[in-house]
Structures are given as C-alpha cells and as structure tokens.
DNA sequence: AAAAAAC
C-alpha cells in the first residue's frame, strides 16, 4: 500500500534523462479538449493504431529487466500507469481483447469531460471484475474475469515503454492531466486516505481546464455498468436518450393533525410540530425503545440503543435529532449525520424523517451511491441541515472539498453493530472523526467488542437502553428449521417460495440469489433477486415490485437482511445458512414485524445440521429441525408450500415487471423530473 | 466468512 508512487518516476529529471521532453501538464487547447466529431477521433485514433504498432516493436527492445522489476514490486503502482497503455494499446490490439469494444468508442469520445468519467470507469472496472470473479454470467463483466490479471501484468510491463515514444501527442496529454493516476492509486487500496488528496487533483484539473468540474460532474451521472455499456452505443455528446439507471430521492412534506392532539411524544419532549405530524400518521403511542432513549437523547446524552430493527429505532433517533435541531439555527453545513450500512436502508430513513424534518424546517438529504451527484453536490451548496448517508458516497463527496462535516453536532449511527464491521469500521471512522465532537447516538442490535470499540473511541459516558433482547424473542415469529436433503432443496425452495403471501428468500451469494430466483421463475414462480451487484435503479425497482406485490418472492444477500421493512412478509425462508446468528436474527426480522405474525424457516441440509443448532441455539431458537420432503404434507403445513406449477415464466414477463419507466431524459429544464409529486422514489 | 459501502 505504501509502495513509491510511480509518479515519482516520471519526474521531469528522468524524463530528461532519457532524453525527453518534460511532461506537458497544462497546453493550449487541443483536438481532445473540444468535442470532435467522430470522423475526426477516428483519424485520429488511427493515427494513434500507426504509432502504436512501432510502439510494439520497440517494446520488445526495452530494457527487460527493468519491465520486470515493475511487474514484481510495484504491482500496485503500476495500475497507476495501465490507463496510459490501455487507452494507447486500445487501437491496434482490438482484435484479441474483449473489452476494446468499449475502448475504441471510448477513444471516440474524445471530449475531456467524459474522458475523466471513462477513466474513473476503466480502473474501477478492473478491480470489480476481480473481486468478483464469475458472480454473474448475465453480465459482461465476467467474459473478461478471467483474464484480466494477466492483462494488468502486460500492461504493467508496456506502460513505461510506451510512454516514451508518445512525445506531444494530443491523445497523451490528457494522460498527463493526472487524474488517472490519482484515481488508478486510489483504486488500488488507500483510496479514501490517499494524502494528496483531492485537493490537488482539482488543482490540476483546473489548470487543466477551469470551471471544468462541474460539466464532469454531470457528465458523471450515469452509473450503472450496464448503463456504461449501453452508452457506448450512442455519442455522449449528442444527448442521446441516456439510459440512465440511478434511484432519485427527494424529499416530501406531510400532514400535520391540527387543533388538539394527545399523544405520549408531548411527554418525552418532541417538539409540537413534529408530534402533529406523526398523529396524522397514526403514531401516538411511543415504542419501548423511543420511550426509553427519547429522553436522554434530547438532554444531549450520547445514548447505545439497543433494539432490533422495527422495533421503532428510527424515530427513537430521528425525533430527538429534529427537535434539538429545531432548538438551533442551520449553519450552512450538515448538523447531524445519520449513517446507515446499506444504500435502501439509507433511503427509507430519508422517506421516513424527511416529512418530519420538513415539519421544523429542517432541511434533511439522502446522500448515498448509485445516485446521482447533482442533487447531493447542490443539497451541500445550499446548506443541507441532515444528511442520511451511506458512508461510501459522503466520504467521497468529503474528499471532494463539497461536504463539511465539521458542524455536525449529532452523529447517529444507525445497524452499529454492521456499521463496525470489519469491511465498514474504517469509513465509519473517517466520517466521524471528520464530525464535531459533540452528541453521539448509537443503534445496534447486538453489542460485540467491535462496537464496543466504537462506543469507547466515540462516545461520552454512554447512557445505554436496552429494549428489545438480541435474542428472538419476537413471540409472533415462528422458526422452522427444515432438514432437506441435498436433491431436493430447490424443489423444496421452489415449493415454499410458490406458498401464497409474500416471501423474502435469503442465499448466501450474489450469484445465488440470481440462479435460485431464476429457477424459481423457471418452476413457474414470480421471483426477482436483490443484491448489491445490480445497478441502484434494478435494485429500487425490484424493491418496488416486491412491495407492489407484482413480483411476491424477493431473493436476496444479506443487503436486504437489516432494517429493510416491508409490510407482510409472512414467510422468510433461509435457502443458505446466514453466516452468524445475528444474520439469522436480522433476516428473520423481515417478518413478523409490528405485531404480524410470520414464519421463518430455514433450509438445513444433513452436513448443516451442527452448525444449524449452532446458529438457533445462539439465536435462542428453541425449534428442532423437521425433515421434510417435496410434496409432503409436512412441508405444507410447516410453510403453506404448494406445488408449483413448473411452467416457466418467460423472461421477458419478468423484465417488464421491474423495467425502468420510460421517461424523457436530459429535459431542457436541466432534468428535474416531477419534482413535488407525492413520495420519495422514482425510477 | 459473505456482503456491503464511491466511482
């Protein structure tokens, strides 16, 4: 990780010591900085393919060793120059790399601003192909996964080389603008603490070309792999319809009941505006955990709550949070951060506290990935009050100098327990570090020493409430384990995910949830996955048709494990084991929620079985297994499975159910789409 | 011990 930077290699002084001319960072406007049309990319490309070839051979004439030395040590380094050799390689050795369909469109685009987003593109992709190995055979990604190191390796080797013959040439200067190497770095591990932070890209990419950043950032929109694929279909210069797949959030007002209200939020304090708005939902009565932390949280005590997911915790938070906020004046900066680990937990909070906030004039935000930057760069210009985040995105757009954090006065952490995390423990760090020190708020339904660590790093003489055991002691939830044999496990699958109602089916993998929901729609059941893989718009919309009813079996990763609510789920059916029992406990939770009753049941095949009891007995799950087989009478009885009808739903009846609407894109108006129409998402 | 979290 702490490797030289490559960058010090090509530092004027080598450079002129091989004989060449000094880096060119900053020139006078050149073809690849105004927008060219494709005739005149094309030329030049192929200009570049000519070139390209005499690079290959004098390849083969460099200094061996040294290429070698650069592949052994500074693997990491050297991502930092592959954007140079891909984007030169590109032309002339289409013909055997797969992805160079997208590289010479790529090279055809030559407007700077989407060089940048191509670029960011390019070196993500890279890493996400290997992490993820052969996850999805419907995507394209995994053509290429497997060759991909091998690739990096040649590359590695080439760069430094191929540097060398590309003197002034338009097409290279705008590797010299840095941002790939900033950004390749980041990639490859320190990224978020990358010390020169982005301080010094902007500087560089001003110089470049001033004012420029802000046309990237709208040129950034479009997120979603498949979305980049299918932009190279089109010129990006031409506002071509933008098959754009992000979620859009924004916020909403409420009713407030007028004239008199009892209720028992008065008593804990909450600010009058707010309570009225909560009555006109029907919320009266407080939750154990709202009536326990409500308190100290508004006497400013920093609070550990502990409590499961539905069982109220968002008010518990958010209510305390608004009135205290209400009490002050917004700063131009962020007050209070919520933090939440998943981007559909992050917006539920946001639909569910935005009318709220609205109530007191507080200006609250979603800020998490997979959406666009427009609306969370413009939330932080205009002062945002709250922001609801995932901590990916808002560190990001601190990095970017556009959030200040330094006013937050409340920080919240809401699923702690998943937030301190090994994969998370580290960004949830950076965000509240960057935070003022002042009220903390923690929500978690375990306490492990990882949050332990948190609660002592962060949290000042901590009044803790303890509402909800860990344990499940949810009396409305009835848990099943079912011994099923190997052979008969997707038929079993199948036959419970065809039971009437809603179901949430739980697997252990991206990759699983795919093929079992395609099995399911195989065997004749309505079935759509979600998970982390998809594009956020795939994942909102599949959220969506489950809520809807359109689509009644969710499969899903863990991603929809925690906090994630929606009404009558009666069944939750572990189709692989969860990982530990919080995971159990977490995904039995979709059920059974507010008083309903639901049945969680659970796949143990024979070698399971040891870690089965295992998993149930931490959980104070009391069940045994039930063995069962398809068809049986057991099964139905212990899951309302039915047989299913093993007429395969075609394909195309899926899609429809959870395509993207169709709506205009790119509006004169600068793409405010139904702004203050009813609630939260659109698609 | 997987998934998630930026692009």
Not at 82 to 96: I, N, P, V
Not at 105 to 134: I, K, M, T
Not at 271 to 291: N, Y
Not at 431 to 450: E, K, M, N
């Amino acid at each position: 990780m702490n490797a030289p930077r490559r960058k010090a290699r090509w530092s004027t002084e080598k450079r002129a010591a091989k004989g060449r001319t000094p880096q060119r960072r900053r020139t006078d406007s050149a073809p690849s900085d105004a927008p060219m049309n494709r005739k005149q990319r094309r030329a030049l490309q192929f200009g570049d393919q000519q070139g390209k070839y005499n690079t290959e051979a004098r390849r083969d004439d460099a200094p061996r060793q040294e290429r070698d030395e650069r592949r052994s040590s500074e693997r990491r380094d050297d991502r930092g120059s592959r954007s140079y050799d891909r984007r030169d390689e590109r032309g002339g050795r289409s013909f055997d790399r797969r992805d160079d369909d997208r590289g010479d469109r790529r090279d055809d685009r030559g407007g700077r601003s989407f060089d940048r987003r191509d670029d960011d593109r390019g070196g993500r992709s890279y890493d996400r192909r290997d992490d993820r190995g052969g996850r999805s055979f419907d995507r394209r990604d995994d053509d290429r996964g497997g060759r991909s190191y091998d690739r990096r390796d040649d590359r590695g080797g080439r760069s430094f080389d191929r540097r060398d013959d590309r003197g002034g040439r338009s097409f290279d200067r705008r590797d010299d603008r840095g941002f790939n190497r900033d950004r390749d770095d980041r990639g490859a591990g320190e990224r978020r603490r990358d010390d020169r932070g982005f301080g010094e890209r902007r500087r560089r990419d001003e110089s470049y070309r001033p004012a420029q950043r802000f046309d990237t950032r709208r040129n950034h929109e479009p997120r979603g792999i498949e979305d980049r694929r299918r932009r190279h279909d089109h010129d990006d210069r031409q506002g071509f319809e933008e098959t754009s797949d992000q979620m859009e959030w924004t916020a909403t007002t409420a009713e407030a009941v007028e004239g008199e209200v009892t209720s028992g939020f008065f008593e804990l304090g909450v600010a009058e505006p707010l309570v009225r708005v909560l009555a006109s939902q029907g919320i009266t009565d407080p939750f154990p955990i709202q009536a326990a932390t409500i308190g100290d949280a508004l006497a400013g005590k920093d609070v550990l709550g502990r409590g499961r997911t539905g069982s109220g915790k968002t008010l518990a938070f958010g209510l305390p949070m608004l009135t205290r906020l209400a009490q002050g004046s917004p700063v131009g900066s962020p007050r209070a951060m919520i933090l939440t680990p998943t981007r559909e937990l992050a917006l539920q909070i946001a639909d569910n506290l935005s009318p709220l906030a609205a109530a007191v004039g507080i200006d609250l935000t979603l800020i998490a990935g997979g959406m666009s930057y427009g609306p969370q760069l413009r939330a932080f210009e205009r002062g945002v009050d709250v922001v609801v985040a995932t901590p990916g995105r808002l560190i990001d757009l601190l990095e970017q100098g556009a959030a200040d954090l330094s006013q937050v006065d409340i920080a919240i952490l809401d699923e702690a327990d998943h937030m301190a995390d090994l994969g998370f423990m580290q960004d949830v760090r950076t965000l509240l570090d960057a935070c003022g020190d002042g009220q903390r708020l923690l929500f978690s339904a375990t306490l492990d020493d990882a949050v332990d660590k948190l609660v002592q790093k962060y949290l000042h003489d901590p009044v803790t409430h303890e509402v909800d055991s860990e344990k499940a002691s949810v009396t409305t939830m009835v848990h099943r384990p079912l011994l099923v044999k190997p052979h008969h496990k997707n038929q079993v699958t199948a036959e419970i995910a065809n039971r009437e109602g809603r179901t949430v089916l739980f697997a252990r993998t991206q990759l699983g949830t795919d093929r079992i929901a395609a099995q399911l729609r195989d065997a004749g059941v309505m079935a759509g996955a979600l998970h982390g893989g998809l594009t956020q718009g795939a994942r909102a919309r599949i959220l969506t048709a489950f809520r809807e009813g359109a689509v009644p079996v969710l499969v899903a990763t863990d991603v929809a494990a925690r906090g994630i609510h929606v009404d009558d789920v009666t069944l939750v059916l572990q189709v692989d084991p969860p990982h530990d029992s919080k995971d159990y406990l977490h995904r039995a939770g979709r059920t059974a929620r507010a008083g309903h009753e639901g049945v969680v049941a659970s796949i143990v095949l024979p070698h399971q079985r040891k870690l089965s009891r295992r998993l149930l007995g931490q959980a104070g799950v009391g069940a045994e297994p039930l063995e069962i087989e398809p068809g049986t009478p057991e099964l139905r009885e212990a899951t309302g499975a039915r047989p299913t009808s093993g007429v395969a739903i075609p394909e195309g009846e899926y899609l429809k159910l959870i395509a993207p609407k169709q709506q205009p894109r790119r509006r004169p108006d600068g793409g405010q789409r139904g702004r203050g129409r009813g609630r939260g998402r659109r698609y």
